[in-house]
């Protein structure tokens, strides 16, 4: 009878095991050090929007020159492309959900303070606010997460938010009741008008005559993310 | 997160992986042997030997094989070339002639019938204590029989089969073989001290003569003979070892066709022999070859099979993600998006795992190279077109092979 030496293969299993469980230590090291990372982000956004609306409420003893160009995060657009491309590895967990909630309430509260200041320093931005879903019931989504990325890029001052139409937040909630958006998406809110259904460039460029003169003004400010991976 | 392709990923790896360090434990436990064989490898008898040359339309390369086996440092009285010509169609037989004369050389001519049965008309004209083969593509290293003879003075090894290299690689086909064909010379060898080698190659191994008056001559055996007996002997639990320092040279398919056709006939015949010799698996008493390697062979062709499947899966995704952008925005590089940022580093225990693996076959290749060359060169052009095309074009003939096996349909020599 040849022999089989059971040592070794206990042996060789114990190490294999053991590679096994160090990868998943690093593994779970790293994530959570991006998780980390993406809080730290999200807290930092958080500190910008409140030293913007301090700012804001300084408005009355202050000119819109004082306020700092830079109170339109720059690291919303950062913290978007993250959370959607970890949402897409881990899947939604409730830590992602937790972060992309908070995420969803920056941009909210981003969006209402541009309001209030475009008003009050009579500048005047155009604002989408795009509804999506990721939950397998919206093929135009992937399309048109697509169509406002590159919109973004061709016209930096435009600012566009988007949303998780299925994501649990109050403050979705109540801006989606406000709006008026229907569960029929994709669907952008422009001017106060809905729009369902995919929009191609030049369908949104139709809508919004003045994007060519944002073209040309051209002075890059931030804007969120487009989760057209999340979309899938 | 966690679906059933992840999971069975994670089995794929967790399987290789052990593989990979059952081999590097196998190579610590027996580093203090490789070491004595490589210093004394001088042989105290010379037991007789005759080499079985088959060939088949063979006449551009069998005067160099006959030319290098005369060559070879060997007792003259101990050692008889057979070269049977199997019917060729070309000019092999007056070749061959040229030889008649030799006093070490016999010709003989039958008709065309296939390898194996040019070796046991060989076998019929020989009563050498050690009877071993020579494909008429090959040629061996001056030393080689001696280093083989060394083997034999164990008198449970019943086989020895030496290391095969890549005979001058030239074009990038070749180069890659030249790199798989040193990592074989290494995986052989821990085969060989695990006592579970399931081929004795046709490039020179040798056999002991007893091997075949018990067992009995070689087989059709789907096209793979030298696979078959291995099995065969392996079943009556016969010694077969590897005589690393033995090198003989083989001529490579120089094209993607004839690489195909070769390891299309090797893949099959080692699922089809593997199907008749089933009674071996898994069986204490056949040792490691049963509970280890023979399971990892079927393991292997399947794993390769869908982890290609994965990838080849996910290409298409991102080919339609892709044609979807296209369509929808037309063709855009967003610069700012292909600057590096190590959040998007993929850190999951999968990634990590896999790039282990990658690194440890990486390390097992180059241990391969160092027993066969030498030297490890990591830094050389033929194991990046090793890396960089071996993993594309072998699941071709793997993916080829299974179908014949599933719809009964066989392959040829050539």
Known sequence: MKKTDLKKYLFAFIITAAIFLTATLLSGYFNSKKIDELRSIEDTISLDILSTETQFQLLEEASCEDISNSFLSQELGTLGERLSHTEDRRGSDKEITDLKRYYSLLLIKDYLLMKQVSEKCDFDPVFILYFYSNEGDCPDCIREGHVLTRLREEYPQLRIYAFDYNLDLSALRTLISIRAVENNLPALVIDDTVYYGFQGIRDIETIIPDLVDLREEGSATSTDPLPESSAE | ?414
């Open chain 2, 1 to 414: 997160m966690i679906t059933l392709p992840i999971i069975i990923l994670y089995l794929l790896f967790f399987i290789s992986l052990y593989f990979e360090v059952f081999l590097l434990i196998t190579y610590f436990e027996n580093s203090q042997n490789l070491k004595n064989e490589e210093e004394n490898w001088q042989p105290s008898f010379y037991p007789s030997v005759s080499i079985l040359v088959p060939c088949f339309n063979e006449e551009t390369t069998l005067a160099r094989t006959i030319e290098s086996l005369l060559s070879l440092e060997y007792p003259k009285d101990k050692f008889k070339i057979i070269i049977i010509n199997d019917g060729s169609t070309d000019n092999t037989q007056n070749v061959a002639m040229t030889f008649a004369s030799h006093p070490q050389i016999e010709v003989y001519e039958k008709e065309n019938g296939g390898k194996y049965t040019a070796l046991n008309y060989g076998l019929t004209k020989t009563t050498s204590d050690l009877i071993g083969c020579l494909d008429a593509d090959s040629f061996v290293n001056k030393n080689a029989l001696k280093k083989i003879a060394k083997y034999f003075e164990d008198k449970e090894t019943m086989a020895v089969i030496p290391s095969i290299k890549v005979h001058n690689p030239k074009n990038i086909l070749q180069h890659m073989q030249h790199v798989e064909y040193s990592w074989g010379i290494f995986l052989k060898k821990m085969l060989s001290y695990l006592q579970a080698l399931y081929v004795t190659p046709g490039p020179f191994s040798i056999i002991r003569r007893e091997v075949y008056d018990t067992i009995g001559n070689y087989r059709h055996a789907h096209n793979t003979e030298d696979l078959e007996i291995a099995l065969r002997m392996q079943s009556k639990g016969y010694k077969i070892v590897t005589a690393h320092q033995a090198y003989v040279y083989t001529v490579t398919p120089p094209t993607i066709k004839k690489l195909y056709k070769q390891r299309l006939r090797w893949t099959y015949g080692f699922i089809k022999n593997t199907i008749d010799y089933r009674f071996l698996l898994l069986k204490r008493k056949y040792g490691n070859l049963s509970i280890l390697i023979l399971p990892l062979g079927i393991f292997s062709i399947f794993s390769v099979l869908y982890f290609t499947t994965v990838v080849v899966w996910n290409v298409i995704e991102k080919i339609i993600e892709k044609y979807i952008e296209i369509s929808t925005i037309g063709f855009h590089i967003n610069w700012s998006n292909l600057k590096p940022d190590l959040f998007y580093l993929n850190t999951e225990t999968i990634a990590i795992v896999g790039a282990t693996l990658f690194c440890l076959s990486i390390t097992l290749v180059l241990m391969g190279r160092k027993m066969a060359d030498g030297q490890m060169k990591p830094l050389s052009l033929d194991l990046f077109y090793f890396l960089a095309f071996y993993a594309f074009i072998a699941p071709v003939w793997i993916a080829k092979a299974v179908y014949n096996v599933v719809f009964s349909k066989k392959t040829s020599w050539r």
